[in-house]
């Protein structure tokens, strides 16, 4: 059956014109190419299909790491706001102690001066007390009644025997501490650690906060700052500043001569 009807399509095939054949060769190229078309489209969809999981997988991942830098942010920013807590709470107690004490030496002064007082007084007493008994036990010995010369001489000793004037010191604070005024009012304690800024301890955050905006990718995680008195004075001077960076302390001087500026 197969070589009949392969003799009969040769057969239709010899007996058919040139445009009969041209015609059913399109036909079958048509085919091909809707075939091709087909396999193009799926290509094309499964090109795109790749392409947008990796952007929301790209997508994702980006904003996981970003969720995170924004939770460091925040750590990093709540343990300055609680540090600052601590530092004014720790600042305002030693100011209070520290006038507590200034008091406290005042009244011991005070104290001092009074008694000074009472025992020269007390001994000009004794004096003059000594004093006018001798005379009047001389007079007794030798006259009956007083006379005007003695009475004099008793005046005279009472003018002499008045008590001697404390000598006043006019010289400054820091002339008797032998240092210029300057040192004296801007000289920081040696216990508080080093001066970053004079006046008020909001230069000291902002810089801190500066710091930590700017080179946070370089390792600066934080900071915080504290306050700095007189040496001599025994008053409010500034603010000193202490940064971290990988987990280490650094003052503000080391931080600036290590080039974070």
């Known amino acids: 059956?197969?070589?009949?009807?392969?003799?009969?399509?040769?057969i239709k095939i010899a007996q058919m014109t040139w445009?009969?054949?041209?015609?059913?060769?399109?036909?079958?190229?048509?085919?091909l190419i809707v075939k091709n078309k087909k396999k193009r489209i799926i290509g094309l969809i499964i090109l795109v299909l790749i392409i947008l999981t990796a952007g929301i997988f790209i997508f994702g991942h980006n904003h996981i790491n970003s969720?995170?830098?924004?939770?460091?942010?925040?750590?990093?920013?709540?343990?300055?706001?609680t540090n600052t807590k601590k530092e004014k709470v720790e600042t305002i107690k030693?100011?209070?102690e520290q006038q507590e004490g200034s008091k406290e030496d005042e009244l011991e002064e005070n104290k001092k001066t009074t008694k000074t007082v009472e025992e020269n007084k007390s001994s000009q007493k004794t004096t003059t007390s000594n004093s006018n008994n001798n005379s009047n036990s001389n007079?007794?010995?030798?006259?009956?009644?007083p006379s005007n010369t003695q009475n004099n001489n008793n005046q005279q000793q009472e003018v002499k025997q008045e008590a001697p004037k404390p000598v006043v010191d006019n010289r400054t604070a820091w002339e008797k501490l032998g240092i210029s005024e300057y040192d004296y009012?801007?000289?920081?304690?040696?216990n508080e650690g080093e001066l970053a800024f004079k006046g008020s301890t909001g230069l000291c955050q902002n810089?801190?906060?500066?710091?930590?905006?700017t080179y946070y990718d370089s390792g600066i995680d934080g900071g915080n700052y504290y306050t700095v008195n007189g040496k001599y004075t025994h008053s409010y001077l500034g603010c000193g500043i202490k940064m971290y960076m990988n987990g280490k302390a650094y003052t503000y001087s080391q931080i600036k001569s290590m080039g974070f500026n």
């Open 19 to 31: 445009k009969d054949k041209f015609a059913i060769f399109f036909v079958k190229g048509e085919r």
């Open 139 to 145: 007079s007794n010995k030798n006259y009956s009644a």
């Open 207 to 213: 810089e801190i906060n500066r710091l930590v905006n």
């Open 185 to 190: 009012y801007n000289t920081p304690s040696d």
């Open 67 to 81: 969720q995170k830098n924004e939770k460091k942010s925040l750590e990093t920013k709540s343990d300055i706001n």
């Open 94 to 96: 030693e100011e209070k």
């Open 1 to 10: 059956m197969t070589a009949k009807v392969y003799l009969m399509q040769s």
